[in-house]
């Protein structure tokens, strides 16, 4: 089956701007979860989603940043006023649910977002 | 949020066993010790979790310590496509009885697999 996409697969804007990146699930994974790697580092976490609603968001490093899920399907992270410090590789990754020791993670190929 | 250390960096011959070592001294005694490896250009992926018992699966094995405080991960026969970052990381299950949603990644070890 169809694994976890994100759109698009590369992204480079200018500091300043706006940019808005996807991520579909694996169709019926209720947890949907937003990281960023930069290089050399292990991913580090931004925000989880459990259905529509933001379970956790201590992740999101400042107010630029905000993720919507509205249908508790498809999720959107936005970034206004991108600054060259954002630039790393954003992935997301869904899981059935949050069940005890279980809900393996299923991440996305990423999408590397470079500003200039 | 416990802790986990690993070596920044091992190495292996193909076909040959591997074994990734991880200390987390401070496990509590309700967090599950999860395996992730992530390949060069990709996402992450799932290799193996465990609580308290050895595990195995077509993937790997895990093996914990009885006192829970390092485990270790063993490849059996070591390919050219398991040259991989190997993270060690611990999920806390939390009071309500599911598990804490993110996962927090260290730097892992990173395996390089020589042919």
């Known amino acids: 089956g169809a694994g976890v996409s994100q759109t698009p697969s590369n992204k480079v804007t200018e500091k300043g701007k706006y940019v808005e990146l996807r991520c579909d699930p694996i169709?019926?994974?209720?947890?949907l979860y937003w990281y960023r790697q930069s290089l050399g580092q292990g991913p580090e976490f931004l925000i989880y989603?459990?259905?529509?609603?933001?379970?956790?968001d201590s992740g999101l490093p400042n107010d630029r940043f905000f993720a919507v899920r509205p249908e508790g399907s498809v999720s959107t992270l936005k970034i206004q006023r991108t600054e060259r410090g954002d630039s790393a590789v954003y992935l997301c990754?869904?899981?059935?649910?949050?069940?005890?020791?279980?809900?393996?993670?299923?991440f996305g190929p990423g999408t590397r977002l470079t500003v200039l | 949020d416990a802790k986990t250390t690993q070596p920044n960096s091992m190495e292996s011959n193909e076909e040959e066993p591997v074994h990734l070592p991880c200390n987390h001294s401070?496990?509590?005694?309700?967090?599950?010790i999860h395996w992730y490896r992530q390949l060069p250009s990709q996402g992450p992926e799932y290799v193996i979790h465990?609580?308290?018992s050895n595990v195995n699966n077509r993937m790997a094995s895990l093996a914990i310590a009885e006192d829970r405080k390092s485990s270790t991960l063993i490849l059996h026969r070591a390919t050219l496509r398991d040259a991989a970052v190997y993270y060690c990381?611990?999920?806390?299950?939390?009071?309500?009885?599911?598990?804490?949603?993110?996962?927090?990644f260290g730097k892992g070890t990173k395996l390089s697999v020589k042919p």
């Open positions: 990754a869904s899981s059935l649910s949050s069940g005890p020791g279980e809900n393996e993670q299923f």
């Open positions: 169709s019926g994974h209720t947890a």
């Open positions: 989603f459990q259905g529509t609603g933001a379970a956790d």
């Open positions: 401070t496990i509590s005694g309700t967090d599950y």
């Open positions: 465990g609580l308290t």
């Open positions: 990381i611990l999920r806390a299950l939390m009071n309500y009885g599911g598990s804490q949603g993110n996962l927090i």
